[in-house]
């Protein structure tokens, strides 16, 4: 069978962006075409960021912020899309 998907390395894996019709164990070939950063940029978000972005509040504030934030967000996201 043949199947395209797409993935993002990450901490030396390759990690399907969407979940794949294989069983576990499955052993398969794998051809890499990296994808440029031009293509996978949200440039709409981009745009929102920097029109509603205030760029007189540091970055150190912005983590000490986040860092105050409890949870993971793998959590949220496998609460909202579920484990595959």
Same mark, same amino acid.
């Given at each position: 069978?043949?199947?395209?998907?797409?993935?993002?390395? /990450?901490?030396?894996? #390759?990690?399907?962006?969407?979940? #794949?019709? =294989?069983?576990?164990?499955?052993? @398969?070939? @794998? +051809? @890499? /075409?990296?994808? &440029?950063?031009?293509?996978?940029i949200?440039?709409?978000?981009?745009?929102?960021?920097?029109?509603? &972005?205030?760029? +007189?509040?540091?970055? /150190?504030?912005?983590?000490?912020? #986040? $860092?105050?934030?409890? &949870?993971? =967000?793998?959590? #949220?996201?496998? $609460?909202?899309r &579920?484990?595959?």
């Amino acid at each position: 069978m043949r199947q395209k998907i797409d993935a993002m390395y /990450e901490n030396g894996l #390759l990690r399907p962006l969407e979940p #794949l019709n =294989l069983p576990d164990r499955e052993r @398969v070939s @794998v +051809t @890499v /075409e990296s994808a &440029g950063v031009d293509d996978w940029i949200d440039r709409d978000a981009m745009e929102w960021a920097r029109r509603e &972005g205030d760029p +007189t509040i540091p970055l /150190e504030e912005v983590r000490q912020r #986040l $860092a105050k934030i409890t &949870g993971s =967000l793998s959590d #949220l996201v496998i $609460a909202e899309r &579920g484990e595959y």
